[in-house]
């Protein structure tokens, strides 16, 4: 065993029992930090000079309310609709998450990311009105893969973990799609 892997195995010790006891507290506190983090790297491989705290921290913000709260009681939910003897019961679930889950979650993050850059209502709404139909179809094309693979393959305890992880990539995504969607407003806004 290498010097390294013994406060590795620790600290996954620490995180896995702290799942088991706390699992909400510890799901939104992961979404938290992979939703601030990969705002961070969106803005660095854009570029930024100087990192736009204020949308860093509203990912934070929005990972720590809805990122593992909401995921959390949804794989709960499913699980408990479609139990052990329904036929098909992996891809109804897959259905559920892709047809129910995914269309409200996609609406709920771009409104409130919007709202916690304190952004106006009106302005919260126009960025979603226009960035919510796109954004939509690309959670659909690209992330049905990861969601098919979660729900066939990892356990229930860490769907929402499992999805986190995920959803570092598809953040850094949204926020570059948000941020040229801005550049665009604002350059029209100078005309």
């Known amino acids: 065993m290498s010097l390294l892997s013994k406060p590795i195995y620790s600290l996954l010790g620490v995180y896995l029992e702290q799942l088991f ?5 510890t799901k939104s506190v992961t979404a938290s930090a992979l939703a601030a983090g990969a705002n961070y790297t969106s803005q660095r491989i854009a570029g930024k000079g100087k990192v736009n705290q204020q949308s860093v921290l509203s990912y934070a913000l929005f990972g720590f309310i809805f990122g593992g709260s909401v ?15 329904v036929k098909f019961r992996r891809f109804f679930q897959f259905l ?4 129910i889950y995914a269309p409200i979650y996609q609406a709920l993050s771009l409104y409130f990311l919007s709202r916690f850059e304190m952004n106006s209502h009106k302005v919260a709404m126009t960025n979603l009105e226009k960035l919510y139909w796109p954004l939509l179809k690309a959670n659909w094309r690209y992330l049905s893969l990861a969601v098919f693979l979660n729900m066939y393959y990892v356990p229930p305890m860490f769907r929402t973990v499992f999805m986190s992880l ?3 990539v598809w953040v850094i995504f949204i926020a570059h799609q948000r941020r040229r969607f801005q550049e665009k407003q604002d350059a029209a806004k100078a005309k």
């Open 166 to 168: 995920v959803s570092f």
């Open 21 to 25: 006891n706390h699992p909400v507290r």
């Open 96 to 99: 559920s998450e892709r047809l």
């Open 71 to 85: 995921p959390h009681y949804f794989y709960k939910t499913i699980e408990r609709l479609f139990h052990q003897d």
